[in-house]
């Protein structure tokens, strides 16, 4: 009998679902495809929001969007995503203010195939929930966040998240406590501060 190797859902620290999609980019105004190949040895986050033409959506875009010369800065490549489709994301872009010098490419999920793959498809409307999702430049996912609908994200602390993120991979077997920022104490996890972390902290 032949065996089928169906993909499997996103996981932390495990390697992230393969995929293919057609995309919008409001820089250029014109649509193509493409994959998760194209990331490879990137840092990038697909970030998902519910659909076009809502409400907290291009709150949450404006702010990503503004932050564009930072996660330049950083290597990292903003991929939004949702489940309308090419037509939407431009008609969206061109009649909301607030779409206004957005940048970034915006994956046209209509299929509903990323959304269930990384987990964040809601099956009874058949769109996506407001998820961000961090991987390396290994295809690694690094980072989950899933939010309630109503509430929109924030591009600061996604800018820290990663900046520790990437500290941490080029510092192997170190550790950032709470509300780590660059420049503040790292952790050196090991039996000798099990216990003991004030201590290690503030030495």
Request: net charge negative; aromatic share 10%.
């Amino acid at each position: 009998m032949e065996e089928f190797n169906l993909p499997q859902q996103i996981k932390i620290d495990t390697e992230a679902p393969a995929w293919e999609l057609p995309y919008y980019d409001p820089e250029t105004d014109t649509d193509s495809k493409m994959s998760s190949e194209d990331m490879a040895g990137k840092w990038h986050v697909v970030f998902f929001y519910p659909a076009d033409f809502t409400f907290v959506c291009p709150t949450e875009l404006k702010d990503m969007a503004e932050a564009k010369e930072k996660f330049d800065s950083m290597g990292v490549e903003i991929l939004a995503a949702s489940t309308d489709t090419v037509f939407s994301h431009r008609a969206w872009v061109r009649s909301e203010k607030l779409m206004e010098n957005f940048k970034y490419k915006m994956l046209a999920d209509h299929g509903l195939i990323l959304s269930d793959l990384y987990n964040i498809l809601d099956d009874e409307s058949g769109i996506a929930g407001r998820g961000t999702f961090v991987i390396d430049p290994d295809g690694v996912c690094r980072g989950i966040e899933v939010t309630s609908g109503p509430l929109g994200r924030n591009s600061d602390e996604l800018v820290r998240k990663i900046e520790a993120l990437q500290f941490m991979r080029e510092n192997p077997g170190t550790a950032c406590p709470a509300k780590w920022a660059i420049g503040a104490k790292t952790l050196t996890p090991n039996i000798k501060i099990a216990g003991e972390v004030y201590e290690a902290l503030n030495d």
